[in-house]
């Protein structure tokens, strides 16, 4: 790396570079906070115009663009409790119910420097330890990846607010919601209906939208001025400061959710939604104070906000080392390799090593420019929320529709996310929280496909069985698997005992 330091410092201090830097993390903010418009739809429809770019000024709009699109989504998820992309979908547990405090400067700040540390940790992690992780990553087979949706599911336990057995009716459906459509192995369509709008099955966005902004629209009609919560909010003094200090004293939560973000990252298919998810179910199994989540807890946002970003790093790895995206935005930056003619795979870096060290440096700086744009426009865009309800809710209704529509040009899909936003609504009155019912339509995928391959597998090699409980990458997630399962039943009783011992002691 060291003999392409001046072409690296060259590139970096080019201006036009510089510009598309900022304009691609700035582009990337203002789709990521449109709910819908996530940032592998920006990537895609930016891809044709890095045509006529050189290599380096493509890779770096295309990079800042990522960076930006993903961190854009918590601003939506805080102010209107709604995921812009589905990286934020934990950030709405505690950023939203902070906004309703009056407090969404401060979900915004904590959103903002938690992302940039992990976008930071993520792209050196990157460029230092790509050879590494990326040997790592290839262990993963089939029942690697079921096992790891195994152990996602076991989160229900800590999403499910209060009532176990409603999360676990919440994951179920989720589960029952991830079958609709073609099977992927094997072909079978299910629950179809005899409609070729569904054969494609459930477009994750829609319901998203649909689960986290429709009864939230509903409830501003519903309860008037009432809804806004946080619509008397006045923006704050000395809220940066005050954030950063308290952040500073959180090494540990920052690192461990960098960390799993960045694992989650160089995982082929997991993506920003499941390391946020993983993170932040990280960040309640060992808080103090695990009650404090869901209701305005600003670790439970630094949490989903640092792996969400460190994802980003990480679904490099695969792409950079093995030409394998780690994400689907990762994937629309394969396809500008590839118009440039490049080649992602373990002779990228002795072929093209200026234009790689490039990108991972520019990588890093754009993150910075992330980090600063997200803490001077926070102090703006928390003014949106002044806006009176009769207002916000027809303008959020608008953007439900229109980035429903936008995904696949659909009007099915339109209708599929008012009719699950309905369902939603009443259901939430009933106790159930959405966050289980979106986990089990994340992960069901890749449960499926991972159960389903490794079973074939196994019958070639003539023992199932052995097949799910002989590798040693498939023990030690059963294991953590075992651990996360009963943790909060453990945790739960012990709490039980302690109250018990409390309340004869004032006897």
């Known amino acids: 790396m060291l003999e392409t330091l001046p072409v690296i410092l060259d590139a970096l201090a080019n201006p036009v570079h510089i510009l598309f830097m900022v304009l691609g993390v700035m582009g990337g903010i203002v789709v990521g906070a449109l709910p819908g418009l996530t940032a592998t739809m920006a990537l895609a ?77 993520g792209g050196f992690a990157l460029l230092y330890l790509t050879p590494l992780l990326a040997e790592w990553a290839l262990r993963f087979g089939p029942p690697e990846y079921f096992w790891i949706s195994m152990l996602g599911l076991t989160m229900i336990a800590s999403l499910s607010a209060g009532s176990m057995l409603k999360g676990l009716i919440g994951g179920a459906f989720g589960l029952l919601l991830s079958t609709i459509g073609i099977a992927p192995i094997g072909g079978e369509t299910r629950y179809t209906f005899g409609s070729s709008a569904m054969l494609a099955g459930l477009e994750l966005i829609v319901v998203l939208i649909a689960f986290f902004c429709i009864p939230e629209v509903i409830s501003m009609v519903e309860k008037q001025v009432e809804a806004g919560g946080a619509a008397h909010f006045k923006p704050q003094k000395g809220v940066i400061r005050f954030i950063f200090n308290r952040l500073i004293r959180k090494p540990v939560l920052l690192a461990r959710s960098a960390i799993i973000g960045i694992i989650t990252g160089i995982i082929p298919g997991a993506g920003g939604n499941v390391a946020s998810l993983l993170s932040y179910d990280s960040a309640v199994r060992f808080s103090r104070n695990r009650s404090s989540f869901g209701k305005g807890n600003i670790d439970g946002v630094a949490a989903s906000e640092c792996a969400n970003n460190a994802e980003v790093g990480g679904s490099l790895v695969p792409l950079l080392s093995l030409g ?32 790689v060290y490039t990108f991972l440096w520019a990588f890093i700086v754009a993150n910075v420019v992330m980090l600063i744009l997200g803490l001077v426009g926070s102090r703006f865009v928390g003014r949106i929320i002044n806006l009176p309800p009769y207002i916000l809710a027809p303008a959020i209704a608008f953007l439900t529709v229109i980035g429903s529509y936008a995904i696949r040009n659909s009007l099915f899909d339109v209708a599929v996310m008012i009719g699950l936003g309905i369902l939603a609504y009443f259901t939430k009155k009933f106790g159930f929280s959405p966050g289980p019912v979106v986990l089990g339509l994340i992960l069901g995928p890749i449960a499926e496909k991972g159960l389903a391959q490794s079973i074939l597998l196994g019958q070639a090699q003539g023992n199932i069985w052995m097949m799910f409980f002989s590798r040693p990458v498939s023990l030690v997630l059963i294991a953590l698997c075992l651990l996360s399962l009963f943790t909060p039943l453990v945790s739960a009783r012990f709490q039980r005992k302690i109250r018990q011992d409390s309340d004869s002691v004032d006897k």
């Open 45 to 121: 429809l930016l891809l044709p115009f890095t045509f006529s770019m050189n290599a380096e000024s493509a890779l770096i709009t295309l990079g800042g663009l990522y960076i930006g699109g993903i961190y854009g989504g918590c601003i939506s998820a805080i102010l209107i409790n709604t995921p812009g992309t589905p990286s934020s979908i934990a950030t709405t547990f505690d950023g939203y119910p902070l906004t309703r405090q009056g407090k969404p400067d401060q979900a915004l700040v904590t959103a903002a420097i938690s992302s940039g540390i992990g976008g930071l940790l």
């Open 324 to 355: 394998i995206p780690g994400a689907p935005p990762a994937a629309v930056i394969l396809g500008a390799l590839m118009m440039q003619g490049i080649q992602p795979g373990p002779d990228l870096f002795t072929g093209h090593s200026d234009l």
